[in-house]
């Protein structure tokens, strides 16, 4: 039997649960849990974003980020809720370059999500890198299906959920939407290695099924 997760002791080591990853120019990426500390900085890039850039983000007209979105970016695995930013050095200082929310579903084993990128760094590799660090985190969630919904003409996430193997179709509740998901395959090994520790430390609610074999 799984012991119960002790949030109060993840929420105090999220650092834990960082990854580096590498763009295809060399460049890293450091891939990590949103914290209290991050409340001004996260809403500076969202200001920061174009307005139809927050458009797509948010599905509403809005300057900066609503103190809702803020609240429930920054509590972390509330509610099976999670949320990261991207970050590189840029100029000697880390700097988010993007952010994203994702939702684990035990029930059903999906897994939901949303990013964004800034304008300055679209088109470097960025999406597709927190994409693959997303599948992976999903996965080590237990999760069977990765899915998102945007904008019928969010070309740039169309076009990073195409390249990254995703089905396309229609959204029921609104007809100015698009969902794409992908199956996920459980694997013995998660390559994320905060993943593999978070995992070990009981936090995932299936991590039994990650660690047997």
């Known amino acids: 039997m799984l012991a119960e997760t002790d949030h109060r002791f993840v929420l105090g080591n999220l650092g834990r649960f960082t990854d580096i990853v590498r763009l295809k120019d060399g460049r890293s990426l450091t891939v990590r849990f949103i914290e209290p500390k991050d409340a001004d900085a996260l809403s500076s890039y969202f200001r920061s974003l174009s307005r139809q850039s927050r458009y797509n983000r948010l599905m ?15 509590h972390v695995g ?11 050095k840029i100029d000697g200082v880390e700097t988010i370059v993007g952010e994203s929310r994702y939702s684990y579903d035990a029930r059903t084993q999906d897994t ?22 997303l599948e992976c985190r999903a996965a080590a969630l237990g999760a069977s299906r990765l899915f998102g919904e945007t904008l019928r003409n969010n070309e740039q996430m169309i076009g990073l959920a195409r390249r990254a193997g995703y089905v396309f179709a229609g959204t029921p509740s609104d007809w100015r939407q698009v969902r794409f998901e992908k199956p996920l395959h459980r694997a013995t090994e998660i390559p994320c290695e905060s993943w593999k520790q978070a995992a070990m430390a009981g936090w995932l609610q299936n991590a039994a099924l990650l660690v047997a074999h």
């Open 112 to 133: 939901e999500f949303g990013l964004s990128i800034g304008d300055a760094w679209q088109g470097q590799g960025i999406g597709s890198a927190m994409l693959s660090n």
């Open 78 to 88: 509330e509610g099976s809720r999670f949320a990261v930013v991207a970050e590189m």
């Open 60 to 74: 509403s007209a809005v300057s900066e980020l609503p103190p809702s979105e803020l609240d429930k970016a920054l």
